[in-house]
C-alpha cells in the first residue's frame, strides 16, 4: 500500500472508529482473508484493522462479528471486533472494502511444516471447543436454504452470491455426485462451521502454544466437522500429497475428548466441505485449494484417509 492510500486509510478510520491518534501503522501479516494493519495510538492501545474486499458482504460481516463476540473471553480466544461510531462494526473501506478493527494483536502463524504433533492436538482440541461453545452462544438461524440447493444455484449462474469469479472448472456429473453423497444419512448435527480454518488462521506465541483464531468472515450454518476436513487437510498432509496418518490420529483424538466422532459418515462431510469451498470460490471469497480437482473428483479418498485415523 503506497502512502496516499495510507492516508486515504487513516482518514476513513479517524471518521468511522474512535481509535485516538495512531502514531504506528503498518501491513502486518494475519489470517488470510482480508488485508490486515497494525495500529499503534497515542494512548497506547493496539488495533488490528481489516481490510475486507467487496466479495465479503456486510450483513455477513456483521453477523460474524456479532457471533464472534458473543463467546466469552475467558473461554475461547478470539479476536473480538469493535463497533464504529455508527454503531456497527463494518465501515467503509478502500475501493468498496469493508473495513473492521479489533481490539489487541496476539500470536503469529506457523508454517505448516513448522507443527509438531502436540500443535496438531492443540489444534483439534480448541476446534472441538470452538464448535461447542458457538452452539451454545450463537443462535440457530431461523431459516436456511440447504447446501445441495445452494450448490445448484451458484454453479448454474442464478445464485444471487455470483461476484463475477471464474467458476471451479467442474463437471456437470461431479456436481451430482456431490449433491447425491450429501443425500446420504449422516449422524452429524448441524451447527455453526468456522469455514476457513487454515495455518494463517492460527495464531501461536513463541511457545508454540495456540493462542487465537482469526478470519471469521466465513462462517456460516452448516456441518462443523467441515472444519475438521480444512484442519486435517492442512496439517495432516506431507509436501508429496501423502496423509500423514500419525498427524491425523492426534487430530481427531483430540477432538473427539469433547466432540463424539463415533459413526460420522465422512463422504458425506468431504462432500459438503467441497459444496462449500465451490460456493465460497464463485463468491470471490476464498479459492479452491492446488489440489482441489482431485478432492472434488474423488471424495471418498480423503473420506477414507482422515476415517482411516480413528
Known amino acids: 500500500m503506497d502512502d496516499q492510500q495510507t492516508y486515504l486509510l487513516n482518514g476513513l478510520l479517524a471518521r468511522q472508529f474512535d481509535l485516538g491518534r495512531i502514531v504506528r501503522f503498518r501491513q502486518v501479516t494475519r489470517g488470510r482473508q482480508a488485508t490486515t494493519f497494525e495500529l499503534l495510538t497515542a494512548q497506547q492501545n493496539e488495533y488490528l484493522v481489516y481490510l475486507y474486499p467487496a466479495s465479503y458482504s456486510v450483513e455477513q460481516l456483521e453477523f460474524a ?23 456497527t462494526f463494518v465501515g467503509e473501506g478502500l475501493q468498496n472494502g469493508r473495513l473492521m478493527v479489533s481490539l489487541g494483536v496476539a ?60 467458476v471451479p472448472a467442474i463437471g456437470r456429473e461431479t456436481i451430482g455426485r456431490l449433491v447425491g453423497l450429501m443425500g446420504l444419512p449422516t449422524s452429524v448435527q448441524a451447527g455453526w462451521v468456522h469455514g476457513d480454518l487454515q495455518a494463517a488462521a492460527l495464531m501461536h506465541d513463541a511457545d508454540h502454544q495456540l493462542r487465537m483464531v482469526m478470519d471469521w468472515g466465513l462462517l456460516h450454518w452448516g456441518n462443523p466437522l467441515e472444519d475438521v476436513v480444512d484442519a486435517f487437510l492442512a496439517l495432516c498432509v506431507n509436501g508429496d500429497g501423502t496423509f500423514d496418518k ?40 476464498r479459492g479452491v485449494p492446488p489440489n482441489f480437482s482431485g478432492i472434488v473428483g474423488s471424495p471418498e479418498a480423503v473420506a477414507t484417509a482422515i476415517a482411516s485415523c480413528r
Open 65 to 87: 462479528a456479532g457471533a464472534v463476540n458473543s463467546l466469552d473471553d475467558n473461554r475461547f480466544t478470539v479476536v473480538p471486533w469493535a463497533k464504529g461510531k455508527a454503531g
Open 107 to 166: 500470536g503469529s502463524a506457523l508454517a505448516a511444516e513448522q507443527y509438531t504433533e502436540h500443535d496438531v492436538s492443540q489444534v483439534g482440541l480448541r476446534l472441538a471447543w470452538m464448535h461447542r461453545l458457538l452452539r451454545e452462544q450463537v443462535a440457530v438461524p431461523a431459516e436456511t436454504v440447504p447446501l445441495a440447493m445452494r450448490l445448484e444455484r451458484v454453479v448454474t449462474g442464478t445464485g444471487a452470491e455470483q461476484s463475477g469469479a471464474t
Open 246 to 285: 500419525g498427524r491425523g490420529e492426534v487430530l481427531l483424538e483430540a477432538y473427539e475428548t469433547l466432540v463424539p466422532l463415533e459413526k460420522v459418515a465422512w463422504t458425506v462431510v468431504v462432500a459438503a466441505w467441497c459444496a462449500q469451498r465451490i460456493i465460497d470460490a464463485v463468491g470471490g471469497r
